[in-house]
């Protein structure tokens, strides 16, 4: 924590009630408010998942592991596999996660967010704690930092999932709100709609202890209708689903809570705001430092290799829908169905992304296998050339189901 | 500490402080006579120990030759003595007992033959007669990932090294069928009398919380979560009235047999209730009372929502008994001397048993989509019918040997896979139909 933040934290404590702090628009209010006892609290808080100290060396070796563009595509668990042999290799003091992702752009006023509504984070669970796991059970041994330049969507889900956590100065970590209520919108019985939600809540809370977040924290995050306080006891900050604490950091019970780095900080859930790698390892007490960008590279090439891929899928796909329904037609989308599955069944990205699952490619070029064989057989028993009449059709998808957004 | 317990290794024996400083040393399966309070009312019971632990006491009676279970709260219980030879009891020693009758087995804290365990994670096995647990992962549906079968088949690897082993069942489930959470519930509960079971959760939601509840012993993963076991079918067909009530009835059972507040499950069940608990001063986690109301000390679930736990939640109220997220911390809870396996067994069970559901499921979503146009381009109805057939067969040996694929391919392929009667009707229908060609064709040769 910064002599900063710890100024401010004492500063406030003595101002007067319902004091509402002007640097936070845009994002969360913090209000202080009388603290009053409630009848029962939540259960207690879970301790922060063990993690590694960092290193008393003058010069560290840094792993940096990005955490960049669309999670699920980009920030895939597969790739994450192959940095983590790498970083075991490299033997680093230290690990940087280098998380840039967002759902909404920073420029708010100036793009239309749903323009790039394809590149929005996945919301896929069990993709989320299968990375969570890897990453720090497989690099367990080695003290991890995750460093937020911004995490706005599922992606933050993935930030708290490490305790050590930095935040640049404009990065935003929250957006969940639709996490819930993607789930409610599913279900019209109130019991089965209770039940799904408390089972993807159950599943969200335990990322967030992972990184040693509170449960009040995590139903804020992701509950519209939860308010959010906090009061401190000297460093510690216990966060609470009431607005009984000292601080009243969300008020609203018609959208979830998100945080800009300053809140972030001045509440606790980050451990300091810097702007650059540079200023982040001063931070953590490094003048000097030698940073490793092996797991950069592989990364790098990774994103740039299955966004190529995709292209060719789609275009592949397509194109295997414009071909004729004759014997050279079928053949040449059969042929362009097999070089879209390998893409394919080379990166799972792909199939997330566009919603084409590599089994449906698989029938249909089996049943364009059929076709051909059907019209092979039609000519050599009439002699004359066959085909479908008017192109088209078959085992292929109607251009409207094709790959496109999700 | 409100109590001191000990477990010993092998010879199984237990040592209880109560509360009123009496001492009880003995081992399951021992006859003991228990004075308790219950509704503020001294009460007595006489009955084979079946779990004694610093959470409750479990004495089995036989009453007019039926055999019932009475579960009594440690902090309730006054007194206890055994009435069997083998253990004493002591009024003022809290030196561990070390009895010397020993269960078969592979010698591990808590782990008896014929009884379930008293879970005790410091306890330690001392002798080095240590073999290993018997590890089951089980991954998916309940119903396809999550079966009885695969309990079954690492139940008798166990057996196989006689009674008193310890089972890890590692547990990531959505939750499932209903069907077949009645089935695993039998064989769990027939498990738990001859072995140490042991639920390790990264996810249990619905049956696959149903089916955890059945282990004494429950530990989380960090990212863990349990609970939300609201019964349901088809589209929001919530269960209601009797099933519910039965429901309700039978979970809480599972719950209670295994040493856990029956309400826990309830409030897992429907959303309405509330719960909540206090932990007497001094007291840790395991010594958590729970309330239906929400005036306790911590709240568990609130009026609005359907309980499921967290990691820490459950390890706060008692309801976890650790969070390790490598086998090795969870050994070290356990009580163990170290992670071993036994055997390979339950790994190659799950591996073996994933590889087939996943060709299987793959299959026979292939099979249905062919079965819309493999074989058309073949001109001859005969031929056309000949590879429908093949089709339907392969479809209904398919169901013979995984029928999970089917329920697989229909829940999470949303592809449909008709019951083996019906694919046998339509194999049927079509030999009838092809033999019916068949004579029509010498027909026409005879005609011609």
């Not at chain 2, 990264?202 to 863990?224: P, Q, R």
Request: net charge negative; with cysteine.
């Amino acid at each position: 924590m910064t002599l900063r933040t710890r100024l401010a934290r004492t500063m406030r404590s003595t101002l007067p009630l319902t004091l509402v702090a002007p640097a936070l628009v845009g994002a969360v209010s913090i209000t202080l408010s009388a603290n009053a006892p409630a009848l029962a609290s939540p259960a207690p808080v879970p301790t922060p998942s063990e993690d590694k100290a960092l290193p008393l060396v003058a010069k560290p070796k840094v792993y940096v592991i990005p955490m960049k563009g669309q999670l699920g595509t980009d920030i895939h668990v597969d790739i994450y596999k192959k940095i983590i042999e790498d970083a075991r290799k490299v033997k680093p003091d230290f690990i940087v996660f280098d998380m840039d992702s967002s759902d909404l752009p920073k420029s708010m006023l100036l793009e239309d967010p749903g323009d790039r509504r394809e590149e929005w984070g996945i919301m896929d669970y069990d993709h989320i704690r299968t990375m969570v796991r890897a990453l720090r059970e497989d690099l367990g041994d080695v003290p991890q930092v995750m460093w937020v330049e911004d995490a706005f969507g599922a992606s933050s889900l993935v930030a708290l999932a490490w305790p050590n956590l930095y935040m640049a100065n404009q990065a935003r970590f929250g957006g969940l709100g639709g996490a819930i209520a993607n789930i409610k919108a599913r279900y019209s019985q109130e019991d089965v709609e209770a039940k799904m939600v408390a089972a993807t809540a159950g599943g969200i809370l335990g990322i967030l202890e992972k990184g040693g977040y509170p449960t009040a924290l995590g139903e804020a995050l992701i509950y519209p209708e939860q308010v959010l306080s906090a009061s401190f006891e000297g460093r510690k900050v216990n966060f609470r689903n009431d607005l009984e604490g000292q601080w009243l950091i969300d008020t609203s019970k018609d959208h979830a809570v998100s945080f800009r780095a300053t809140t972030a900080e001045d509440v606790g859930l980050s451990d300091g705001n810097a702007d650059t790698f540079s200023d982040l390892m001063f931070l953590l007490g490094y003048r000097e430092f030698e940073q490793i960008d092996s797991g950069q590279k592989l990364f790098d090439d990774y994103v740039q290799d299955w966004r190529r891929a995709m292209e060719k899928v789609r275009e592949y796909y397509n194109d295997s829908q414009e071909t004729g329904g004759d014997l050279k037609g079928l053949q040449q989308a059969k042929s362009l169905l097999e070089k879209a599955l390998t893409l394919l069944e080379r990166y799972p990205a792909i199939e997330m992304r566009l919603g084409l699952p590599a089994l449906k490619v698989k029938l249909d070029i089996d049943r364009l296998k059929e076709e051909i064989n059907g019209i092979k057989r039609q000519e050599k028993e009439t002699g004359r050339p066959g085909g479908r009449s008017g192109g088209g059709g078959g085992g292929r998808s109607a251009p409207g189901n094709g790959p496109g957004s999700r | 500490m409100a109590a001191a317990i000990s477990v010993t290794s092998l010879c199984l024996g237990a040592e209880l402080r109560f509360k009123s400083g009496q001492t009880w040393r003995g081992e399951l399966n021992d006859t003991v006579e228990v004075v308790y309070n219950e509704g503020g009312r001294e009460q007595r019971v006489e009955g084979k120990v079946v779990r004694a632990d610093s959470t409750m006491v479990v004495v089995e009676t036989v009453s007019a030759g039926k055999t019932a279970k009475k579960s009594i709260f440690f902090g309730d219980v006054k007194s206890m003595k055994s009435l069997t030879a083998a253990a004493k009891t002591d009024s003022t020693s809290t030196t561990p007992a070390t009895s010397g009758a020993k269960a078969e087995g592979n010698g591990t804290a808590g782990a008896t033959a014929g009884a379930s365990t008293p879970t005790a994670p410091d306890a330690k096995p001392s002798d080095g007669s240590f073999k290993g647990v018997f590890f089951l992962p089980m991954e998916g549906m309940v119903g396809t990932g999550l079966r009885h079968d695969e309990i079954e088949a690492i139940a008798k690897e166990a057996d196989k090294a006689g009674p008193g082993q310890i089972i890890v069942l590692e547990i990531d489930s959505p939750g499932g069928m209903v069907l077949e959470a009645q089935r695993i519930h039998e064989i769990l509960k027939d498990l738990k009398k001859r072995h140490r079971l042991v639920a390790w959760i990264k996810k249990a939601i619905s049956a696959a919380a149903f089916t955890a509840m059945h282990c004494e012993e429950i530990y989380f993963m960090n990212l863990g979560s349990l609970g939300s076991m609201t019964m349901f079918s088809g589209m929001e067909n919530v269960a209601k009235g009797e099933s519910l009530e039965a429901w309700l009835a039978l979970a809480g059972e599972v719950a209670k047999d295994s040493g856990r507040d029956p309400h826990i499950a309830r409030c897992m069940i429907v959303k309405d209730l509330v719960c909540s608990y206090d932990i007497p001063e001094g007291g840790g986690p395991k010594d958590a009372r729970f309330r239906e109301d929400g005036k306790g000390q911590f709240l568990v679930d609130g009026p609005d929502t359907m309980l499921t736990f967290t990691a820490s939640r459950a390890l706060a109220c008692g309801f976890s008994d650790g969070t390790a997220d490598t086998t090795d911390e969870l050994a070290k809870l356990m009580g163990l001397p170290e992670w071993k396996e036994y055997n390979e067994s339950g790994r190659k069970i799950y591996r073996d048993w994933q590889a087939l559901l996943e060709r299987g499921t793959e299959r026979m979503v292939e099979l249905m989509v062919q079965l819309n146009y493999k074989g058309d381009t073949l001109g001859e109805p005969e031929k056309i019918l000949a590879t429908k057939l093949n089709i339907v067969e392969e479809l209904i040996r398919w169901h013979d040997r995984c029928w999970s694929c089917a329920i697989k391919a229909q829940f999470e392929m949303g592809v449909g896979v008709p019951p083996k009667e019906y694919l046998e009707q339509i194999a049927k229908d079509i030999k009838k139909q092809i033999a019916e060609i068949r004579e029509r064709n010498r027909e026409n040769a005879r005609r011609r």
